[in-house]
């Protein structure tokens, strides 16, 4: 079955195309750690789900491309383009040419309705080439203006368009500090609105991957792209093929519908996380060894802890756990779980975000910039309370 | 053959000496752009050509030249940048404004109205998409201050959703203008009123970069030669005299800042900004849309011995008063909001450090202490490895204000030189005193916040809901 991607933004997308990258990769590496049927299955498990065939054998992404100007998807599609890989489909991209300056309202209720139809064509021709459509992952960022206002204006589309299908929105938590200066107003009123429309949401937090980036990866300087790799790698583990209960070459068919039927037992508890082991840099391959049973234990460290990573662990400190880097299908692994860390997340982050909010909606700061484009008082008021109660079920847990 | 534009500005430059920063401006741009790429302020006409140093003739600026007098832009057109500049987009007159706000709004404001808004509406058709409008001009004369401020409403009627943005040069204490604070503070009330962004600019501060330059050029000290074009007061290639015409050297620290302003709207960047985002975040409340704009790095050092000035070195300096445009304290005042733009080989990771490491000596407003807006574009200015942009929305231009209102109501009060205003048709004592009013609720509200300094972060209670 199929999953179709569709990235928003300037951050959906540069994310996006590293995810399609990884799980390229991922699944045409030379390592041959086991047999060749077994590697061929994973292969064409992998390729059904993300690509389709194009006719000179460079498979193209099953993803549709959307930002408010020009010149982010202009660069992700020459990049993945010039990689001689894997593609984007030609058509596959809609772009505008004045952005929506950061601003939530403009994503939602300008440009989600005035290019709701284009959208929702590009979403169908890409839906149509799969022979089965497991669902949707869109890809977006919740402090700037497209991916979180057009993006929750898409999700909400989704909804009513393909409401037998599920939907995953890979949402970025912005930076404490430093993004941008209405993030915690983009926030807010993305988060509302996706918990009634979507399915499940998976959180990414910049300020985690910035130090998993800086301890685990030991990049001095790290870039967007460094961190956006990281997020592929994360992001790649979820969706890559598992075993399914009838045993080795034979891959479950339904990824996002085992991910939810498993993680998401109740819709008012639709907030998911990852963590991932291990997670290092491909220097330190010759230095390193593992076992399955460390990294497990490891693993439950890092649940129980509520730690993104291995290192800096509060209550035990060790040494840095080897393992071997990313590219290697039978050395991952990974755990989507949801448990009550990740409402400790949205509850201290909730917390930070919301008193921002307050303080600022108390003088109506910045308001003026959303009534413009017809978000009133009264919504912001509505995706306070909701999360409120978001925050509240997760507390009563 | 058309690049397609992403985004358009076009510029609307007012009289001298102002009207000479077209050259310095478009120069720089022309350097900067590159074949195919974003043609935000320039569009290409006939069959493109090659975009080198020599045949710029391909090149138009999108933008309409307006002046009183003709010296200034007939200087333009018989300049290097004669063919950038479409005789079509030029609207002179002979007389001049004589200093005095009066004229440039109401006389020669209804009467050239028509023209300026064909001549508008002919250069929004050449845009794929219309985003916002620089208006460049000085606050103290008389055709920049009135038929600018002018402007400023039509703009507002005829392209309700496109952004302003306005450069204003503020005359100094030792302004030659003797009616400079009246023409001033009447323009000021326009600015309140029809402009979305302004940056304030004043003369003495441009002066002092261009001195502190000079110190280190002259200075003589070992392994100080300065790469020509790093300057951010020299035309492209040439070091030229300063002392000689200091306007242009000036002229070129502005041009630079409107260069760096529209970088990563022009350029691709691992973290994009576009004009309509720098209103969205700086400006809090509608009327305190006043940013104080700083550029580093002003030169490059040549001698390859010399390690290049460390990226963070960059930051700091961006807050020191030395690299402003406009005399103020910020780190004295309170930030309402502060945007950072980066150009050149800089990543998240420098940006986020250097934040860190600046915030605890800055005072932020209590409800938006996190308060940063930040862009990173790839490609760098001529000359430089990386540069730095920093706008900030602090309450810091409110003695500037003060100073101004002073100096009105000194003339104010003996009705000096009144009489040449009141003459004109439309002018009543009432256009001044609303004037001084709009002035002064200004400064009461950056009072007001002012008075928010020390107090204590509230700690706001939650919304409680029903379980």
């Known amino acids: 079955m199929s999953i179709v991607t569709v990235q928003l933004g300037q951050c959906g997308n540069q994310i996006g195309f590293e995810v399609f990258d990884a799980l390229f990769i991922d699944s045409h590496c030379p390592q041959r750690l086991s047999s060749k049927r077994e590697n061929e299955a994973y292969q064409a498990s992998c390729k059904e789900r993300f690509f389709s065939e194009e006719e000179n054998g460079v498979p193209i992404a099953r993803a549709v491309l959307v930002d408010m100007e020009p010149k982010v998807i202009n660069q992700t599609l020459s990049k993945a383009a010039q990689s001689g890989r894997w593609k984007y489909g030609q058509h596959s991209s809609f772009c505008q040419k004045q952005g929506s300056g950061n601003n ?133 583990s979820v969706f890559q093929p598992t075993y399914s209960a009838e045993g080795s070459f034979h891959y479950r068919r339904n990824p996002l519908g085992d991910l939810m039927e498993n993680l998401v037992p109740h819709p008012e508890f639709k907030m998911l996380g990852v963590r991932n082991i291990p997670q290092m840099s491909e220097n330190s391959l010759a230095y390193s060894t593992f076992t399955w049973a460390g990294l497990l234990k490891h693993l439950r460290q890092m649940l129980i802890s509520n730690a993104k990573m291995e290192e800096g662990i509060d209550w035990q400190i060790r040494p840095p756990l080897p393992g071997l880097p990313s590219l290697s299908k039978m050395s991952l692994n990974k755990e989507l779980h949801f448990n009550t860390s990740i409402a400790n997340l949205l509850i201290l982050r909730g917390k930070d975000v919301h008193s921002a909010d307050l303080g600022k909606q108390k003088l109506r700061a910045y308001v003026h910039q959303y009534t413009k484009f017809g978000i009133e008082e009264e919504d912001f008021l509505d995706s306070f309370a909701l999360l409120e109660q978001v925050v509240a079920s997760y507390c009563t847990l | 053959m058309w690049i397609p534009g992403a985004s358009l500005l076009t510029k609307f430059l007012l009289p001298s000496p102002l009207l000479v920063m077209a050259n310095p401006f478009t120069e720089y741009y022309i350097v900067e752009t590159q074949p195919g790429s974003n043609s935000l302020l320039i569009r290409v006409v006939g069959d493109g050509g090659s975009i080198s140093k020599g045949k710029i003739c391909s090149l138009k600026a999108r933008a309409v030249l307006i002046d009183m007098e003709e010296g200034v832009v007939n200087e333009i057109l018989q300049g290097p940048l004669r063919d ?53 001009h000085s606050m103290g004369g008389g055709t920049g201050s009135g038929l600018g401020t002018y402007l400023l409403k039509v703009l507002e009627d005829e392209f309700p959703e496109v952004y302003r943005f306005v450069t204003s040069v503020y005359p100094s204490g030792e302004d030659d203008v003797i009616t400079s604070p009246y023409n001033s503070i009447l323009a000021m009330k326009e600015l309140n009123e029809h402009a979305d962004c302004v940056l304030p600019i004043d003369n003495q501060s441009l002066f002092d970069i261009i001195s502190k330059i000079d110190l280190v050029v002259n200075s003589g000290k070992l392994g100080t030669t300065i790469k020509p074009k790093s300057l951010v007061t020299s035309s492209a290639g040439t070091f030229k005299k300063w002392q000689e015409k200091p306007f242009d050297a000036m002229n070129n620290i502005v041009a630079n800042l409107l260069l760096s302003l529209t970088s990563s709207a022009r350029f691709e960047g691992s973290l994009n900004m576009d004009l309509n985002e720098i209103s969205m975040n700086l400006v809090p409340f ?40 406009i005399r103020a304290d910020p780190k004295h005042s309170l930030y309402l909001a502060c945007a950072l733009m980066v150009r050149g080989n800089v990543q998240i990771s420098d940006l986020r450090r250097n934040i860190e490491r600046l915030k605890p000596s800055l005072q932020f407003v209590s409800w938006n202490q996190e308060g940063w807006k930040t862009s990173l574009c790839s490609v ?88």
């Not at chain 2, 479409?86 to 004229?103: E, F, H, Y």
């Not at chain 2, 002003?298 to 690299?323: E, G, I």
């Not at chain 2, 003695?399 to 101004?404: G, R, S």
């Not at chain 2, 009013?437 to 928010?452: C, K, M, V």
């Open chain 2, 84 to 136: 950038v500049f479409d005789s079509k987009q030029l609207i002179t007159d002979i007389s001049g404004s004589g200093n005095n706000w009066a004229v440039g709004h109401k006389v020669f404001g209804s009467r050239y109205q028509e023209e300026i808004l064909e001549k508008l509406r002919k250069s929004a058709e050449h845009c794929d998409c219309l985003q916002c409008f620089f208006v460049i």
């Open chain 2, 286 to 325: 509608p009327q305190l849309h006043y940013l104080v704009s700083s550029l580093t790095p002003l030169y490059t050092l040549a001698d390859v011995n010399v390690p290049p000035r460390r990226l963070d070195q960059m930051f700091s300096d961006a807050f020191s008063k030395d690299h402003q445009l």
């Open chain 1, 104 to 236: 939530w309202a403009y994503g939602y209720s300008v440009h989600g309705p005035r290019h709701e139809e284009s959208i929702r064509n590009l979403i169908q021709k890409e839906v149509e080439k799969c022979d089965s459509l497991s669902g949707f992952f869109i890809i977006m960022s919740m402090a700037g203006g497209t991916g979180s206002g057009l993006g929750a204006f898409v999700t909400q589309n989704l909804q009513d368009q393909y409401s037998n299908s599920l939907k995953m929105n890979q949402i970025i938590w912005p930076y404490g500090t430093g993004e941008v200066i209405v993030q915690n107003y983009n926030s807010i009123l993305t988060l509302s609105h996706l918990y009634r429309s979507s399915d499940a949401l998976l959180v990414h937090e910049n300020d985690a991957v910035h130090k998993i980036c800086a301890k685990l990866m030991n990049i001095k300087q790290i870039s967007f792209s460094d961190i956006n790799q990281v997020l592929a790698h994360q992001l790649g």
């Open chain 2, 380 to 467: 760098p200015p001529v000359g430089h490895s990386h540069s730095l942009l920093a706008l900030a929305n602090n309450t810091c231009v409110k003695p500037t204000f003060v100073e101004l209102r002073e100096r009105f109501l000194r003339l104010y009060k003996k009705k000096a030189h009144l009489h040449h205003y009141l003459q004109i048709e439309g002018m009543e004592e009432s256009c001044f005193t609303e004037a001084e009013s709009s002035l002064s609720a200004l400064i009461r509200e950056y009072n007001q916040l002012d008075a928010t300094k020390s107090m204590p972060v509230e700690d706001l209670p939650r919304l409680s809901v029903a379980v």
